[in-house]
């Protein structure tokens, strides 16, 4: 792989991963500001908000490197009816407009909770169409390895298990910003920010048996599928086999890793601001075992005919 | 590479001294760890000397390797080579964060790892995948142990070490800082030769300068590029260094090695620099302790020497029966000046043993005498008063507590001591002293305010008992004027009976003659007992009519003496003003001027008597001088009868401190010196409105 096809795993997880924590920040949202008021939470979902944005930003950036002219990148939009490609770009484009939307009115204008709220609901829906795009690409007949609704579901499945671990860190992260900073720590906030912790380690657990299963019964359906299949099966635990192995571990690391940091927390007695290095960790290993999966999706693809 | 023996043997020289260096970099900081420090940097030294053993191990095997081998043995070195290269890396990462984090980082920085995690995420992820390349996975290890251990434990370290610069240079420590910066600056080229340069290979950032001369293609099928990525052109592999600079990249890290290894070595000299640092602040501190108690002993010596000062002052004014308002107003004063203090208050109980009265006070300008009445209410003066101990603020009291502490000021006290004044185990009265500054009372000021109080006690006692002294002299005098009337008047009136009963008899007998002189002895008896009562009531006049002065009392009673008696007399006053005598004295002079007058009209026979009063200067002080002299008869000293007066005008003199002496020649007359000391008070003239009050208290 090049750059220009390394452009594509920092595409995909980079969305993949806004709307997924997008998702988790607004699950949170809706069911804190029942316990602890609107205006905490209008304020606890800023930064998140931008950061989301942000990685928005940098993975439709990243897209561009996969292009040989960046600067024509509007004109992919030009095949909405018929290319998935194309509407993939168009509602990864309109998930930003809202997303950047929300961040505007989340920064800029005190209270329209409601308008917020259905702003947020609009982008994750989006975000939910354009990830179901970005799978639908792969759905080729060509490409035997990838040929499978099993593609689209996995891309659901990193999406939440990425977006999960990203709100996770971030939560953590803006936490001790602020405590460094010793300007407006308050105890609600930490409060929310450790249940939250725990519900998210607790949905990265849940999210990660599938995923193990998916990705075996994906080995399955390549080993027992046609002989092209069976080229990328055989792709994998050959060549490829450090790499499987690797991904196969280091994603369960990562989950287990933060579940027992927060499990322990308790036990051990650390704040929930401590939590920093083993959460980010933890993200850090489901990130490289997403873009390793990712990597594997690429490399062990054998097309047929043209 | 030319593997002819000379340049062999040159790399090998170049890996053994690149080794040695780090060895010596790893022993030198084990051994400054070992030797311990307060020192935050001491805890990280244990990393930096992991890596430099390590570093210098993974050198020899270069250098091992270099000199070639049994193909066993090089794979060996080889497999401890791949182990050590990337522990080498992550004991300098583990250094360069520890270090980094030495000084607070400001908090903006928590964001960065955040920043970072998806281009660290797909450079692992990108690392991990070049191992399935069909290179020997000897070189990714290499290329990746600099590329993700190396070079961020090298970055981290170098601006770590220019972060512990700039804070020595900002505490004025330029030596140390300068070798910071050295250090600094030597991992930063660390960061760079052994980080970056890496060997040829076809991934990485090298894979885009290195395409032109890959040895194996990084995946199956893949073409090897022509074009750089970015114009990135292949300058920073291992062969470009030598094609550049004409020396191979091990010339240049051991190069780096030994920078880095002298001024980290040379840095750690702020752990000597730091130990003389203390040792001479512990010097310098304990001189401070030592010139800092010798100042608190002069100090303390010279308020003792104050206090105890103004005490013998206090005690002697009490002796010499000064006013007691004066010495109460001589207390309060002195207590806020040494103590010191914004306020000090004397409050004493009157009739109603609830009523506690502040009798007088002391603030900065001003120390008087209450003249109206003003009860103390303050509930902390009120419970100290029934309290056996005395109080002294700590500072954790609440304000309202010290409120109307300070009396007639509207601003509250930040500390007090107050102490109860008791006589005969009995609370009469309470001494305060309050400050409106936060600075609490010692118990050695506590101290001082008893003994303050303690002298209070005492002046008032002495004022009682000078009230009584006085009411005694009243009783004596009035004795004196009984016993005169018995001895004069009853025995003339006694006499004047039975000469009546004579000339009756003598009527009737009709003895003229007889009866008439008779009648001439009863004119004289009588005019002698007009003249004793006069002078009885001229002395008693006397006496009690001092309003005037003591010298005009005196001057009146000569003038109607020499009246009454027809004795010429004459009275020189030298003083101008106030005799400045004590009460008791004044009424002892004019007993002792009575008394010889007496003697002068009744024995002397004098046409005339000379009364003179002058103030004499002594060492120990002032002086009233009295002489009386008559130019009568005169007397002989052993006169028994004489003796007995003299004899009592003498105690009288002696009652009072003073002295008295008489000479007499017969036939030329009598002379009577007495003098009595001055009381030395600059407010002897005020108000004696406190005296009255503590005769009556001492009455309750």
């Given at each position: 792989?090049?750059?220009?096809?390394?452009?594509?795993?920092?595409?995909?997880?980079?969305?993949?991963?806004?709307?997924?924590?997008?998702?988790?920040?607004?699950?949170?949202?809706?069911?804190?500001?029942?316990?602890?008021?609107?205006?905490?939470?209008?304020?606890?979902?800023?930064?998140?908000?931008?950061?989301?944005?942000?990685?928005?930003?940098l993975g439709m950036i990243g897209g561009h490197f996969h292009l040989s002219r960046p600067y024509l990148s509007f004109l992919a939009a030009s095949n909405f009816r018929t290319s998935w490609l194309s509407r993939e770009i168009v509602f990864t484009v309109l998930f930003f407009l809202i997303t950047a939307t929300l961040w505007f009115f989340q920064w800029y204008r005190e209270g329209h909770w409601g308008l917020k709220t259905v702003l947020g609901w609009l982008a994750i829906m989006v975000g939910f169409v354009t990830v179901y795009c970005m799978g639908h690409i792969y759905l080729l007949p060509a490409q035997v390895a990838w040929n499978t609704?099993?593609?689209?579901?996995s891309y659901y499945g990193s999406m939440l298990m990425l977006g999960v671990m990203a709100l996770a860190e971030i939560l953590i992260m803006d936490l001790r910003f602020k405590k460094v900073r010793q300007n407006e720590v308050l105890t609600e906030w930490v409060i929310i920010v450790r249940e939250a912790i725990k519900r998210l380690a607790l949905a990265a657990g849940v999210m990660l048996i599938p995923d193990i299963i998916l990705n075996l019964f994906h080995l399955y359906l390549l080993r027992t599928g046609t002989a092209l299949a069976q080229t990328s099966y055989d792709l994998l635990i050959e060549l490829y086999s450090p790499l499987l192995?690797?991904?196969?571990?280091?994603?369960?690391?990562?989950?287990?890793?933060?579940?027992?940091?927060?499990?322990?927390?308790?036990?051990?007695?650390?704040?929930?601001?401590?939590?920093?290095?083993?959460?980010?960790?933890?993200?850090?290993?489901?990130?490289?075992?997403?873009?390793?999966?990712?990597?594997?999706?690429?490399?062990?693809?054998?097309?047929?005919?043209? | 590479?030319?593997?002819?023996?000379?340049?062999?043997?040159?790399?090998?020289?170049?890996?053994?001294?690149?080794?040695?260096?780090?060895?010596?970099?790893?022993?030198?900081?084990?051994?400054?760890?070992?030797?311990?420090?307060?020192?935050?940097?001491?805890?990280?030294?244990?990393?930096?000397?992991?890596?430099?053993?390590?570093?210098?191990?993974?050198?020899?095997?270069?250098?091992?390797?270099?000199?070639?081998?049994?193909?066993?043995?090089?794979?060996?070195?080889?497999?401890?080579?791949?182990?050590?290269?990337?522990?080498?890396?992550?004991?300098?990462?583990?250094?360069?964060?520890?270090?980094?984090?030495?000084?607070?980082?400001?908090?903006?920085?928590?964001?960065?790892?955040?920043?970072?995690?998806?281009?660290?995420?797909?450079?692992?992820?990108?690392?991990?995948?070049?191992?399935?390349?069909?290179?020997?996975?000897?070189?990714?290890?290499?290329?990746?142990?600099?590329?993700?251990?190396?070079?961020?434990?090298?970055?981290?370290?170098?601006?770590?070490?220019?972060?512990?610069?700039?804070?020595?240079?900002?505490?004025?420590?330029?030596?140390?800082?300068?070798?910071?910066?050295?250090?600094?600056?030597?991992?930063?080229?660390?960061?760079?030769?052994?980080?970056?340069?890496?060997?040829?290979?076809?991934?990485?950032?090298?894979?885009?300068?290195?395409?032109?001369?890959?040895?194996?293609?990084?995946?199956?099928?893949?073409?090897?590029?022509?074009?750089?990525?970015?114009?990135?052109?292949?300058?920073?592999?291992?062969?470009?260094?030598?094609?550049?600079?004409?020396?191979?990249?091990?010339?240049?890290?051991?190069?780096?090695?030994?920078?880095?290894?002298?001024?980290?070595?040379?840095?750690?000299?702020?752990?000597?620099?730091?130990?003389?640092?203390?040792?001479?602040?512990?010097?310098?501190?304990?001189?401070?302790?030592?010139?800092?108690?010798?100042?608190?002993?002069?100090?303390?010596?010279?308020?003792?020497?104050?206090?105890?000062?103004?005490?013998?002052?206090?005690?002697?004014?009490?002796?010499?029966?000064?006013?007691?308002?004066?010495?109460?107003?001589?207390?309060?004063?002195?207590?806020?000046?040494?103590?010191?203090?914004?306020?000090?208050?004397?409050?004493?109980?009157?009739?109603?043993?609830?009523?506690?009265?502040?009798?007088?006070?002391?603030?900065?300008?001003?120390?008087?005498?209450?003249?109206?009445?003003?009860?103390?209410?303050?509930?902390?003066?009120?419970?100290?008063?029934?309290?056996?101990?005395?109080?002294?603020?700590?500072?954790?009291?609440?304000?309202?507590?010290?409120?109307?502490?300070?009396?007639?000021?509207?601003?509250?006290?930040?500390?007090?001591?107050?102490?109860?004044?008791?006589?005969?185990?009995?609370?009469?009265?309470?001494?305060?002293?309050?400050?409106?500054?936060?600075?609490?009372?010692?118990?050695?000021?506590?101290?001082?305010?008893?003994?303050?109080?303690?002298?209070?006690?005492?002046?008032?006692?002495?004022?009682?008992?000078?009230?009584?002294?006085?009411?005694?002299?009243?009783?004596?005098?009035?004795?004196?004027?009984?016993?005169?009337?018995?001895?004069?008047?009853?025995?003339?009136?006694?006499?004047?009976?039975?000469?009546?009963?004579?000339?009756?008899?003598?009527?009737?007998?009709?003895?003229?003659?007889?009866?008439?002189?008779?009648?001439?002895?009863?004119?004289?008896?009588?005019?002698?007992?007009?003249?004793?009562?006069?002078?009885?009531?001229?002395?008693?006049?006397?006496?009690?009519?001092?309003?005037n002065g003591l010298a005009s009392a005196i001057a009146e009673y000569l003038e109607e003496f020499g009246i009454q008696t027809a004795i010429e007399t004459n009275f020189t006053n030298e003083i101008d003003g106030d005799l400045n005598l004590s009460s008791v004295a004044e009424v002892q002079l004019v007993c002792i001027l009575q008394e010889a007058l007496a003697n002068v009209r009744k024995h002397a026979r004098a046409s005339q008597v000379r009364v003179s009063i002058g103030r004499i200067l002594r060492e120990e002080g002032g002086f009233i001088h009295m002489e009386i002299i008559d130019n009568g008869s005169g007397f002989l000293m052993r006169?028994?009868?004489?003796?007995?007066?003299?004899?009592?005008?003498?105690?009288?003199?002696?009652?009072?401190?003073?002295?008295?002496?008489?000479?007499?020649?017969?036939?030329?007359?009598?002379?009577?010196?007495?003098?009595?000391?001055?009381?030395?008070?600059?407010?002897?003239?005020?108000?004696?409105?406190?005296?009255?009050?503590?005769?009556?208290?001492?009455?309750?």
């Amino acid at each position: 792989m090049n750059v220009r096809e390394w452009a594509l795993p920092v595409f995909t997880v980079l969305i993949q991963m806004s709307v997924g924590a997008l998702l988790a920040l607004w699950i949170l949202r809706a069911f804190a500001s029942i316990k602890y008021g609107k205006e905490v939470m209008d304020r606890i979902v800023r930064v998140p908000l931008l950061i989301i944005l942000s990685t928005t930003i940098l993975g439709m950036i990243g897209g561009h490197f996969h292009l040989s002219r960046p600067y024509l990148s509007f004109l992919a939009a030009s095949n909405f009816r018929t290319s998935w490609l194309s509407r993939e770009i168009v509602f990864t484009v309109l998930f930003f407009l809202i997303t950047a939307t929300l961040w505007f009115f989340q920064w800029y204008r005190e209270g329209h909770w409601g308008l917020k709220t259905v702003l947020g609901w609009l982008a994750i829906m989006v975000g939910f169409v354009t990830v179901y795009c970005m799978g639908h690409i792969y759905l080729l007949p060509a490409q035997v390895a990838w040929n499978t609704p099993e593609t689209i579901i996995s891309y659901y499945g990193s999406m939440l298990m990425l977006g999960v671990m990203a709100l996770a860190e971030i939560l953590i992260m803006d936490l001790r910003f602020k405590k460094v900073r010793q300007n407006e720590v308050l105890t609600e906030w930490v409060i929310i920010v450790r249940e939250a912790i725990k519900r998210l380690a607790l949905a990265a657990g849940v999210m990660l048996i599938p995923d193990i299963i998916l990705n075996l019964f994906h080995l399955y359906l390549l080993r027992t599928g046609t002989a092209l299949a069976q080229t990328s099966y055989d792709l994998l635990i050959e060549l490829y086999s450090p790499l499987l192995i690797a991904r196969f571990l280091i994603l369960p690391i990562g989950v287990v890793s933060l579940i027992i940091s927060v499990a322990t927390m308790k036990r051990t007695g650390k704040t929930v601001q401590e939590l920093f290095t083993p959460a980010y960790l933890a993200c850090l290993l489901v990130i490289v075992g997403e873009a390793l999966g990712r990597f594997l999706f690429y490399a062990a693809h054998i097309r047929t005919g043209i | 590479m030319d593997d002819s023996p000379p340049k062999v043997f040159a790399m090998m020289l170049i890996y053994f001294f690149s080794g040695l260096a780090f060895e010596g970099l790893g022993l030198a900081a084990y051994l400054q760890q070992r030797q311990g420090s307060d020192l935050p940097l001491n805890k990280h030294l244990k990393w930096l000397a992991a890596f430099g053993f390590v570093c210098g191990v993974t050198n020899w095997i270069d250098m091992f390797l270099t000199s070639g081998g049994a193909q066993e043995y090089i794979n060996v070195l080889n497999l401890l080579r791949m182990i050590a290269q990337p522990l080498t890396g992550l004991l300098l990462l583990i250094f360069g964060w520890e270090i980094l984090r030495e000084i607070p980082l400001p908090a903006w920085t928590v964001f960065i790892p955040g920043v970072l995690i998806v281009p660290i995420a797909y450079v692992i992820t990108y690392a991990a995948t070049t191992f399935v390349t069909p290179s020997p996975i000897n070189i990714p290890i290499d290329i990746w142990s600099r590329y993700l251990l190396y070079l961020p434990g090298a970055i981290m370290a170098g601006i770590g070490f220019l972060r512990l610069w700039n804070m020595q240079r900002k505490l004025g420590l330029s030596d140390v800082a300068n070798l910071m910066l050295g250090a600094g600056l030597a991992f930063l080229f660390e960061a760079f030769i052994v980080g970056l340069v890496v060997p040829a290979a076809p991934y990485g950032p090298a894979s885009y300068y290195n395409y032109d001369r890959v040895i194996y293609n990084a995946f199956t099928g893949e073409q090897a590029g022509i074009t750089g990525f970015l114009g990135l052109t292949s300058w920073l592999d291992n062969a470009r260094i030598l094609v550049v600079t004409g020396l191979p990249v091990s010339f240049w890290r051991m190069l780096s090695a030994f920078t880095v290894t002298f001024f980290v070595m040379r840095g750690l000299g702020v752990f000597e620099a730091t130990r003389k640092r203390q040792l001479k602040a512990l010097q310098d501190e304990h001189a401070r302790a030592q010139k800092a108690a010798f100042d608190a002993q002069i100090v303390a010596r010279e308020t003792a020497e104050k206090w105890t000062e103004v005490l013998v002052s206090i005690n002697r004014r009490i002796t010499e029966l000064e006013d007691v308002d004066s010495i109460l107003l001589y207390i309060v004063d002195n207590a806020r000046k040494l103590l010191p203090a914004d306020f000090v208050g004397l409050a004493l109980l009157m009739e109603d043993p609830s009523s506690l009265e502040l009798k007088c006070f002391s603030i900065e300008d001003s120390t008087e005498i209450v003249r109206s009445t003003e009860i103390v209410k303050t509930p902390l003066i009120l419970e100290t008063l029934q309290s056996v101990h005395s109080y002294r603020s700590t500072g954790n009291e609440p304000p309202a507590m010290l409120e109307d502490i300070i009396y007639g000021q509207a601003r509250s006290a930040k500390g007090v001591g107050i102490v109860r004044l008791e006589l005969d185990n009995r609370p009469i009265g309470v001494l305060w002293a309050s400050r409106a500054v936060e600075m609490s009372f010692t118990e050695t000021d506590l101290i001082w305010l008893e003994c303050m109080a303690d002298q209070v006690v005492i002046a008032i006692q002495h004022g009682l008992m000078t009230s009584q002294l006085q009411s005694l002299s009243i009783i004596e005098e009035r004795t004196r004027i009984a016993r005169d009337m018995h001895d004069g008047l009853a025995q003339v009136l006694g006499y004047l009976n039975l000469e009546v009963q004579t000339l009756e008899a003598l009527q009737k007998q009709g003895k003229t003659e007889a009866l008439t002189s008779e009648l001439g002895k009863m004119r004289e008896a009588i005019n002698l007992a007009n003249a004793d009562v006069r002078e009885n009531i001229l002395s008693l006049r006397t006496t009690l009519a001092s309003e005037n002065g003591l010298a005009s009392a005196i001057a009146e009673y000569l003038e109607e003496f020499g009246i009454q008696t027809a004795i010429e007399t004459n009275f020189t006053n030298e003083i101008d003003g106030d005799l400045n005598l004590s009460s008791v004295a004044e009424v002892q002079l004019v007993c002792i001027l009575q008394e010889a007058l007496a003697n002068v009209r009744k024995h002397a026979r004098a046409s005339q008597v000379r009364v003179s009063i002058g103030r004499i200067l002594r060492e120990e002080g002032g002086f009233i001088h009295m002489e009386i002299i008559d130019n009568g008869s005169g007397f002989l000293m052993r006169d028994s009868k004489r003796n007995f007066g003299l004899k009592t005008m003498k105690e009288r003199a002696n009652s009072v401190q003073g002295t008295l002496e008489v000479q007499s020649v017969l036939g030329k007359g009598t002379s009577l010196n007495c003098t009595f000391p001055c009381i030395k008070n600059e407010q002897l003239k005020k108000s004696s409105a406190l005296f009255t009050r503590a005769t009556r208290l001492s009455v309750h």
